[in-house]
């Protein structure tokens, strides 16, 4: 015989009683493992208690037995329905096949066990940051569309849709009615808001839920994997649980609170009538600013037209005119002293010059001798024949006895001859001699 599974073949099968054999001592290494669910069944046989375990959200149940030890400390404790916790060890009933759970300890869950793990689960997922402020999306100032996740035909859906139309009619939902109690409901919930948090045309996610018991409002909508879903999702999402007293995880991870379903129509939405009344409130108050504004620039303008420039605009050019005459005349009157005054300076230059002129000497009654440097050929009169060689006589020794003279006065010449020559007086007022 094989000696184990895989060299088993057609030829070389194991018998079915050592199949199960086998399969029982490998199940019973199990270890006893502590695992959750609900009650389904409870029965009391010869003192060993019969059970029937089923998970609390899937499709899956298991056959348990307590025996005797055990089941008597069971009686009264757990109630068929009721969830319980149980430490457990897989066994194999060899002749049937038949897989059940030998019960080595179960317990009741209270709402203070469930409130302990809420609370614990809150430590740790805000350990992890998911309930940081920074990480909370703003919601949009008026959503297109509204994804509401709510109970099937709840009044929470009622309120929301009714107050919401209230304050904007316009407001577009996108409704998804899933299961808001019970151990599907953080599944439906969770789907639910994926759906819609891929549709493109939601703004804004809603999940509502009216009041009741603490374990049908906070234990739901405290699921790790709800609040981890929350915390993915990329459209802002609404937390309106109706429940004051205990807070659910889900009011940590949404990006805004709401206490009541009612409430988070003031949230998604603006109140139109107060809008309605706030804009023709600015546009009054525009009105009135621009009305006081047109006034203001009239006022300006008319005191700007009532100034004499533009009153009497011809009154810039008669200043301007006068203003003109004046300079004209100032300058005809600069211009004429100027010319006087070199009027003035040419005549005494002239005064000048002519005082310093021979012409002005001779006009004083002086005399210019010359005398002939030549004794050349004479004329008919006796004098010099050559016109050149005439200088002036400055001393007597340059003029000698009967040399011809040329006396020039103020008016014409006169010839002579020098009859005399008189020498000029010394120092002592004597004369050197004379011829």
């Given at each position: 015989?094989?000696?184990?599974?895989?060299?088993?073949?057609?030829?070389?099968?194991?018998p079915?009683?050592?199949?199960?054999?086998?399969?029982?001592?490998?199940?019973?290494?199990?270890?006893?493992?502590?695992v959750?669910?609900?009650?389904?069944?409870?029965?009391?046989?010869?003192?060993?208690?019969w059970?029937?375990?089923?998970?609390?959200?899937q499709?899956v149940?298991?056959?348990?037995?307590?025996?005797?030890?055990?089941?008597?400390?069971?009686d009264?404790?757990?109630?068929?329905?009721?969830?319980?916790?149980a430490?457990?060890?897989?066994?194999?009933?060899?002749?049937?096949?038949?897989?059940?759970?030998?019960?080595?300890?179960?317990?009741?869950?209270?709402?203070?066990?469930?409130?302990?793990?809420?609370?614990?689960?809150?430590?740790?997922?805000?350990?992890?940051?998911?309930?940081?402020?920074?990480?909370?999306?703003p919601?949009?100032?008026?959503?297109?569309?509204?994804?509401?996740?709510?109970?099937?035909?709840?009044?929470?859906?009622?309120?929301?849709?009714?107050?919401?139309?209230?304050?904007?009619?316009?407001?577009?939902?996108?409704?998804?009615?899933?299961?808001?109690?019970?151990?599907?409901?953080?599944?439906?919930?969770?789907?639910?808001?994926?759906?819609?948090?891929?549709?493109?045309?939601v703004?804004?996610?809603?999940?509502?839920?009216?009041?009741?018991?603490?374990?049908?409002?906070?234990?739901?909508?405290?699921?790790?994997?709800?609040?981890?879903?929350?915390?993915?999702?990329?459209?802002?999402?609404?937390?309106?649980?109706?429940?004051?007293?205990?807070?659910?995880?889900?009011?940590?991870?949404?990006?805004?609170?709401?206490?009541?379903?009612?409430?988070?129509?003031?949230?998604?939405?603006?109140?139109?009538?107060?809008?309605?009344?706030?804009?023709?409130q600015?546009?009054a108050?525009?009105?009135?600013g621009?009305?006081?504004?047109?006034?203001?620039e009239?006022?300006?303008?008319?005191?700007?037209?009532?100034?004499?420039?533009?009153?009497?605009?011809?009154?810039?050019?008669?200043?301007?005119?006068?203003e003109?005459?004046?300079?004209?005349?100032?300058?005809?009157?600069?211009?004429?002293?100027?010319?006087?005054?070199?009027?003035?300076?040419?005549g005494?230059?002239?005064?000048?010059?002519?005082?310093?002129?021979p012409?002005?000497?001779?006009?004083?009654?002086?005399?210019?001798?010359?005398?002939?440097?030549?004794?050349?050929?004479?004329?008919?009169?006796?004098l010099?024949?050559?016109?050149?060689?005439?200088?002036?006589?400055?001393?007597?020794?340059?003029?000698?006895?009967?040399?011809?003279?040329?006396?020039?006065?103020?008016?014409?010449?006169?010839?002579?001859?020098?009859?005399?020559?008189?020498?000029?007086?010394?120092?002592?007022?004597?004369?050197?001699?004379?011829?």
């Amino acid at each position: 015989m094989p000696a184990n599974s895989r060299e088993t073949s057609p030829e070389t099968p194991w018998p079915l009683s050592h199949f199960s054999g086998k399969l029982k001592a490998h199940i019973e290494k199990v270890t006893p493992t502590w695992v959750e669910g609900q009650l389904v069944e409870f029965t009391l046989r010869n003192g060993n208690a019969w059970m029937t375990l089923r998970d609390l959200e899937q499709e899956v149940s298991f056959s348990a037995v307590a025996w005797r030890n055990v089941a008597s400390g069971l009686d009264g404790v757990v109630q068929p329905g009721s969830r319980v916790v149980a430490q457990v060890r897989p066994n194999l009933y060899e002749k049937t096949g038949r897989l059940s759970l030998v019960t080595q300890q179960m317990r009741p869950v209270g709402l203070g066990d469930l409130l302990a793990r809420v609370e614990q689960l809150k430590k740790q997922l805000a350990a992890e940051g998911l309930f940081a402020a920074d990480r909370k999306k703003p919601l949009p100032l008026l959503p297109a569309r509204i994804g509401l996740i709510t109970g099937r035909d709840s009044d929470a859906k009622k309120d929301i849709l009714r107050n919401t139309h209230a304050r904007w009619s316009a407001a577009q939902f996108e409704i998804r009615e899933v299961a808001t109690q019970g151990a599907a409901a953080p599944v439906e919930v969770a789907a639910a808001l994926a759906e819609l948090d891929a549709d493109q045309h939601v703004d804004v996610i809603v999940i509502a839920r009216g009041g009741g018991a603490l374990e049908e409002v906070v234990l739901p909508f405290s699921d790790e994997r709800l609040i981890r879903a929350v915390a993915a999702a990329r459209t802002p999402v609404v937390s309106a649980i109706g429940h004051e007293a205990d807070r659910p995880l889900l009011d940590e991870v949404a990006d805004v609170r709401a206490s009541t379903p009612t409430g988070s129509a003031k949230l998604l939405v603006v109140d139109e009538a107060l809008e309605r009344e706030n804009i023709s409130q600015a546009r009054a108050r525009m009105s009135t600013g621009v009305q006081r504004m047109v006034a203001r620039e009239a006022e300006w303008l008319s005191a700007v037209r009532s100034r004499p420039v533009l009153a009497q605009p011809e009154t810039m050019v008669t200043v301007r005119a006068e203003e003109l005459t004046g300079l004209r005349r100032r300058a005809l009157v600069s211009v004429e002293a100027s010319v006087a005054r070199a009027r003035d300076w040419v005549g005494q230059a002239r005064a000048r010059v002519t005082g310093l002129s021979p012409q002005s000497t001779l006009d004083r009654g002086y005399a210019v001798v010359q005398t002939h440097a030549d004794d050349g050929a004479l004329d008919a009169e006796g004098l010099p024949a050559a016109r050149g060689g005439w200088q002036i006589v400055r001393d007597t020794e340059t003029v000698a006895v009967g040399a011809p003279l040329r006396v020039m006065v103020a008016r014409g010449e006169l010839t002579a001859r020098a009859a005399r020559v008189i020498e000029a007086e010394d120092e002592n007022g004597s004369r050197e001699g004379s011829t």
